[in-house]
Each structure stands twice: as C-alpha cells, then as structure tokens.
C-alpha cells in the first residue's frame, strides 16, 4: 500500500494562478480531508469529505474549491492565488476506527 | 478560547527524561490522536485512543474521558525523539482539531 499519496512537493505561484494539490488513498478510506499549516496557527482545516460526493467547510475554506468523485482521491484546488495561501498543505484519510494517514505535504509559496 | 489546549508549548529535556506532554479539550470526541512531525517532515500518527491506556515502545499515551484530558508520556528520552507533538481530536466525521502542537527538544 502507497498510503497517502500527495503531490507536489513544492510548488511556488504567482499572484491569481490556479492549481490542483493532488491526493490519493489506496486504503479505501471514507474520510479524507485537507489542512494547512502556519506558523503560530497550528493546523486548520480547509475542507473535508465523508465520502465519495459528499465534501463540506472545514474553518479555512475561502479561495478553495474541492470534489470527490470517487473514494481515493481528494483533489484542492486553488482558484485565484493570493499570497495569504502561502502555507504548508497536508490531505489526511482515515475511517472511524483507524488513526489518521497524512500525505507528505506541500510547501506552497505564492509570489 | 481553543476546543483543544496542550501544554507545555516548548519542552527541554535531558537524554534519558521521562517527559510528560499534556493535552486538554473541550468538545465531545470520537477518539483523540497523538501525532509527530520532525523539522521540515510530515506528520505521523503515534496514537489513537478513545479510552485507557496505550503503549508502543517506550511511549504511552492515556485518557481520561470524564476530565477530557490526555497525556503522552516518553520514557527514557533520546535525542530522536526531538519533534513536535500535537494532540488532535476527532468526531463522526473524520476530521480533526489540533492542538498548537509541543516542540521537544532532547539533548545528548
């Protein structure tokens, strides 16, 4: 098993570009979601997802946009970015019963 | 006021201390996770606990559901051991609230 799969590892931007952070799961976990982390701000959560088609707002959803169309995968996207989303990005999975599987996180930087 | 508080923020310890990292929270849980990152690394999962007491090596971690507070416990500390842990709690959803995380630094 891959685990969670996340990609890429680094990604620098300019100001308005878009982009999709990947993440895949192979463990055929029903809950997947996506976390970004700041200095001083600990781990927030952007959004998450129970299942294939269902995603909802986790507290930092603003300039994000997910979908989940089928069970492994979790895509983010960033419609228009903006310096403020300069962070690390981590997508974890898991199921009510197991411990939850972080990817290896992106380090985004927007210029 | 955060659903999830630990405590201390910065630890320093002498190699082979028996360390003791706190975590407090304030909403009802399905389970509460102990993770670890490494400078610049991802974060792995130490432990998942949703009552009593669990132990891996030289790392237990224990739960009290009426005080909704946890603790993580490193017995005879090392150098490796030098990370940040965070304390993170979960519901129905799968989705987790962290703690501001403890940064461990164990010196040789």
């Known amino acids: 098993n891959a685990g969670v799969t996340q990609t890429p590892k680094f990604q620098v931007l300019k100001t308005g570009q878009s982009m999709t952070l990947q993440c895949a799961q192979d463990m055929n976990h029903e809950y997947m979601s996506w976390y970004r982390q700041d200095p001083g701000m600990g781990l927030r959560l952007i959004h998450y997802s129970v299942g294939a088609g269902i995603t909802d707002q986790g507290e930092v959803p603003n300039g994000y946009n997910v979908s989940r169309s089928t069970t492994e995968d979790f895509p983010l996207r960033l419609l228009s970015a903006a310096p403020s989303q300069t962070s690390v990005y981590f997508c974890?999975?898991?199921?009510?019963?197991?411990?939850?599987?972080f990817g290896q996180g992106t380090r985004l930087t927007v210029v | 006021k955060n659903e999830v508080e630990q405590s201390p923020q910065n630890l320093t310890a002498q190699e082979g201390e028996f360390i003791t990292i706190n975590c407090s929270y304030s909403v009802g849980i399905s389970a509460l996770h102990w993770l670890q990152q490494h400078p610049g690394g991802g974060i792995v999962s130490l432990f998942m606990l949703s009552s009593g007491k669990k132990k891996h090596g030289r790392l237990i971690a224990t739960i009290n559901i009426q005080e909704k507070h946890s603790s993580l416990h490193i017995t005879a500390s090392h150098p490796r051991d030098s990370a940040v842990y965070i304390c993170a709690v979960s519901g129905n959803t799968g989705k987790l609230i962290f703690g501001q995380g403890t940064t461990l630094q164990v010196k040789p």
């Open positions: 974890a999975s898991s199921t009510m019963n197991t411990e939850a599987f």
